[in-house]
């Protein structure tokens, strides 16, 4: 049955090796440490893990760099402990998708010494080269501020190089079509050792044309095909989660009209305006950016997130809906990066705020699609802002109020723990929020598994129940003879609603609370007449709690 598509209903949590935990007690996270993690993560609910890169790297951008794809870094471990990590985590039901890091390399990967010293090398075309500087070079950074052009001189090769990102991560030309089949030799070569999937690094990137003359690159979406049908073909349930920033109207062209290209993308549209909305309780451009990023294959599925590892990427709002994000989140210089977007993780960013936390996180789990979350959010973790750039939210993974979090028995661990002030390990730490059952652990743990017993909102349509209200959100989804129905009140203030569920007939004068004791009964006019509490967020089930007696196997 087509509803066994398993990342419709996933619930992925991102975390990095290098910050989880550290079994070998070198001030560096591990396989060992994370594979001993799993019973942790599979307590807490979550159905895939997404792994950032851990090949082996100079690690000039924590990572993103890689000089070996075939590799486990020696400082995570080995093949060895990768393979005993998948494996524990198959046992628990958990898939594994890792970070596919394709547009670019190291400048230390052996192919691109090998470019770069030998233009005969094989290897010189799996690069990007001009003789002269192109005329375009200082556009088209990623990193603006930090990285001053797109095209750098190599003294060994005489030639200039094309670089997207930083200058040590020369691009691969991946129109090349031994590029290509590299890049399906890479895949091929982790779904052997267990992964279900990759996170695709940079999608339009990779897709894009390449070279000296190219002013805009054009996108090239019969690769993404290409990289699918080898996927669906060594194992089917592989899927690419495609990182690509992009504007709606070319959403199907990466999902493919037929759904033959991605099976998931990040909504970075929603993204954006969810955290316009919660920063000025009007709700109307998330409504909007719903709407547009609302059709898609049957197949294919939106990853929603609310932080990941990089900034909070802004430059889809006007200029003076960023100001307004900017001055409610992130007002002061140090919070801000590459001109675009707010560094902070999520929690400092609402102010430590357990309401708005709780509005935020219901948010994510209601959207439609299926929710991406980042290790640490569930205990409300903070920064660091004293390190630099995208650093600051990267920091180790807080388990308890031992030395250094439970992290590493290690005195100095690579990257430090926060300490002391209101984030510090010693009071935020998993050990400490499992005791209390109201902790954010806890309710996390609470939300994730009620979220896996409401398919609704991964496979159903939703409609947005209009209202003249901005600050609150309205919607709802049907999926085979059942609805749910999900309130959100972005506002400070409680606010008084009147709404009909909109199913029809008397089915929809009953909705039941599934996080809580008050259900609603639609008054003599078909109503629902409700005071939702300032942040307060309400998921329902419209009728009665027969739904499963109720649900249909198809439709
Ligand atoms: C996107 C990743 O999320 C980011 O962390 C990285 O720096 C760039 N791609 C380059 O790989
Ligand atoms: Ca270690």
């Given at each position: 049955?087509?509803?066994?598509?398993?990342?419709?209903?996933?619930?992925?949590?991102?975390?990095?090796?290098?910050?989880?935990?550290?079994?070998?007690?070198?001030?560096?996270?591990?396989?060992?440490?994370?594979?001993?993690?799993?019973?942790?993560?599979?307590?807490?609910?979550?159905?895939?893990?997404?792994?950032?890169?851990?090949?082996?790297?100079?690690?000039?951008?924590?990572?993103?760099?890689?000089?070996?794809?075939?590799?486990?870094?020696?400082?995570?471990?080995?093949?060895?402990?990768?393979?005993?990590?998948?494996?524990?985590?198959?046992?628990?039901?958990?898939?594994?998708?890792?970070?596919?890091?394709?547009?670019?390399?190291?400048?230390?990967?052996?192919?691109?010494?090998?470019?770069?010293r030998d233009p005969d090398s094989k290897y010189r075309d799996w690069y990007?080269?001009?003789?002269?500087?192109?005329?375009?070079?200082?556009?088209?950074?990623?990193?603006?501020?930090?990285?001053?052009?797109?095209?750098?001189?190599?003294?060994?090769?005489?030639?200039?190089?094309?670089?997207?990102?930083?200058?040590?991560?020369?691009?691969?030309?991946?129109?090349?079509?031994?590029?290509?089949?590299?890049?399906?030799?890479?895949?091929?070569?982790?779904?052997?050792?267990?992964?279900?999937?990759?996170?695709?690094?940079?999608?339009?990137?990779?897709?894009?044309?390449?070279?000296?003359?190219?002013?805009?690159?054009?996108?090239?979406?019969?690769?993404?095909?290409?990289?699918?049908?080898?996927?669906?073909?060594?194992?089917?349930?592989?899927?690419?989660?495609?990182?690509?920033?992009?504007?709606?109207?070319?959403?199907?062209?990466?999902?493919?009209?037929?759904?033959?290209?991605?099976?998931?993308?990040?909504?970075?549209?929603?993204?954006?305006?969810?955290?316009?909305?919660?920063?000025?309780?009007?709700?109307?451009?998330?409504?909007?950016?719903?709407?547009?990023?609302?059709?898609?294959?049957?197949?294919?599925?939106?990853?929603?997130?609310?932080?990941?590892?990089?900034?909070?990427?802004?430059?889809?709002?006007?200029?003076?809906?960023?100001?307004?994000?900017?001055?409610?989140?992130?007002?002061?210089?140090?919070?801000?990066?590459?001109?675009?977007?707010?560094?902070?993780?999520?929690?400092?960013?609402?102010?430590?705020?357990?309401?708005?936390?709780?509005?935020?996180?219901?948010?994510?789990?209601?959207?439609?699609?299926?929710?991406?979350?980042?290790?640490?959010?569930?205990?409300?973790?903070?920064?660091?802002?004293?390190?630099?750039?995208?650093?600051?939210?990267?920091?180790?993974?807080?388990?308890?109020?031992?030395?250094?979090?439970?992290?590493?028995?290690?005195?100095?661990?690579?990257?430090?723990?926060?300490?002391?002030?209101?984030?510090?390990?010693?009071?935020?730490?998993?050990?400490?929020?499992?005791?209390?059952?109201?902790?954010?652990?806890?309710?996390?743990?609470?939300?994730?598994?009620?979220?896996?017993?409401?398919?609704?909102?991964?496979?159903?349509?939703?409609?947005?129940?209009?209202?003249?209200?901005?600050?609150?959100?309205?919607?709802?989804?049907?999926?085979?003879?059942?609805?749910?129905?999900?309130?959100?009140?972005?506002?400070?203030?409680?606010?008084?609603?009147?709404?009909?569920?909109?199913?029809?007939?008397?089915?929809?004068?009953?909705?039941?609370?599934?996080?809580?004791?008050?259900?609603?009964?639609?008054?003599?006019?078909?109503?629902?007449?409700?005071?939702?509490?300032?942040?307060?967020?309400?998921?329902?089930?419209?009728?009665?709690?027969?739904?499963?007696?109720?649900?249909?196997?198809?439709?």
């Amino acid at each position: 049955m087509i509803s066994d598509l398993w990342y419709k209903n996933a619930i992925i949590y991102c975390l990095s090796v290098g910050t989880y935990m550290d079994a070998n007690g070198d001030g560096i996270g591990d396989f060992r440490g994370l594979a001993r993690r799993l019973d942790y993560l599979h307590g807490l609910g979550i159905t895939a893990i997404w792994l950032m890169p851990f090949q082996t790297s100079p690690h000039r951008d924590d990572g993103y760099d890689v000089s070996d794809y075939y590799s486990v870094d020696p400082r995570y471990g080995t093949l060895g402990d990768f393979v005993d990590f998948t494996h524990g985590a198959k046992q628990r039901g958990i898939r594994v998708l890792i970070d596919l890091v394709v547009n670019h390399t190291s400048d230390q990967h052996p192919w691109f010494k090998e470019a770069r010293r030998d233009p005969d090398s094989k290897y010189r075309d799996w690069y990007v080269w001009s003789k002269k500087k192109p005329r375009h070079a200082n556009t088209g950074m990623v990193f603006p501020g930090v990285q001053k052009t797109t095209w750098s001189y190599d003294d060994q090769a005489r030639a200039f190089y094309f670089h997207r990102f930083y200058d040590f991560q020369p691009d691969l030309n991946t129109s090349h079509p031994e590029v290509q089949a590299e890049i399906l030799k890479i895949m091929g070569f982790w779904i052997q050792l267990g992964v279900s999937g990759f996170r695709m690094d940079a999608v339009p990137f990779v897709i894009g044309t390449k070279g000296a003359k190219v002013r805009k690159p054009k996108e090239q979406y019969d690769m993404l095909r290409y990289f699918r049908e080898f996927l669906q073909w060594r194992q089917g349930d592989c899927i690419v989660l495609a990182e690509a920033n992009v504007l709606p109207e070319t959403d199907m062209e990466y999902f493919g009209d037929d759904g033959d290209r991605m099976q998931m993308m990040f909504n970075f549209q929603v993204n954006q305006h969810l955290f316009y909305a919660l920063a000025t309780a009007d709700t109307r451009p998330l409504i909007k950016a719903m709407k547009a990023t609302k059709p898609r294959p049957a197949t294919a599925q939106w990853g929603q997130f609310l932080r990941n590892h990089d900034e909070l990427d802004l430059g889809r709002l006007t200029e003076e809906q960023r100001q307004r994000v900017f001055q409610a989140f992130g007002p002061e210089e140090s919070m801000q990066l590459y001109k675009r977007g707010i560094r902070r993780r999520l929690v400092p960013m609402l102010g430590g705020d357990r309401r708005r936390i709780e509005l935020a996180y219901s948010l994510l789990f209601t959207l439609p699609g299926t929710p991406v979350i980042r290790y640490g959010d569930e205990l409300g973790m903070g920064d660091d802002l004293s390190r630099e750039e995208r650093d600051c939210a990267r920091t180790p993974m807080q388990w308890s109020d031992e030395p250094h979090g439970g992290f590493t028995k290690h005195d100095k661990p690579v990257c430090p723990v926060i300490r002391a002030g209101p984030y510090g390990f010693e009071h935020v730490n998993a050990a400490i929020q499992r005791r209390y059952p109201d902790s954010l652990l806890n309710w996390t743990e609470r939300i994730i598994r009620m979220r896996k017993e409401v398919p609704e909102i991964g496979w159903g349509d939703f409609a947005v129940i209009p209202l003249r209200n901005p600050a609150i959100l309205v919607m709802r989804y049907d999926w085979r003879n059942n609805s749910v129905l999900l309130i959100h009140n972005l506002d400070a203030e409680p606010h008084e609603i009147s709404f009909a569920a909109g199913t029809g007939g008397e089915h929809g004068d009953v909705l039941v609370n599934l996080l809580g004791t008050e259900h609603s009964r639609a008054g003599h006019d078909g109503k629902h007449h409700l005071v939702i509490e300032g942040y307060g967020y309400r998921w329902y089930r419209v009728g009665g709690l027969d739904y499963l007696l109720r649900r249909t196997d198809i439709g």
